[in-house]
């Protein structure tokens, strides 16, 4: 924290606890408190929480659900592990594929990929005359 006058503000360990105790024991805001013992940074006891205090002084943030939204994330949930499952079916056919065509290539030496390539487009242009 820089001082109007470029100075920078240490403070305490025992400042620091002094001030979370407050806080706890009397319920004030960390706004007052800031205040009062002219502490200008807006997070600086917010940190001073998190490392000294007790949490329950930080603002929390609770999700209310209602069961059917509960249900609904499941379902999603769900869906999602079955398609990651599905994907990586596709992907592992994909792989055993192209290594059954490599090997294929390596028995029959000749490029099966440039083989089938050339043989699908020639079909195509017979097709389209």
Known sequence: MTNMDGRMRRYSISFKKHIIRELEQTGTTMDLIRKKYDIRGSETIQRWVRKFGKNHLLNQVIRIETMEEKDRIKELESEIKKL????????LAQRSLEVVIDEASKEYKTDLKKSFGESVSKDSAKSSK
């Open 84 to 91: 990651k499952l599905a994907l990586a079916d596709s992907l």
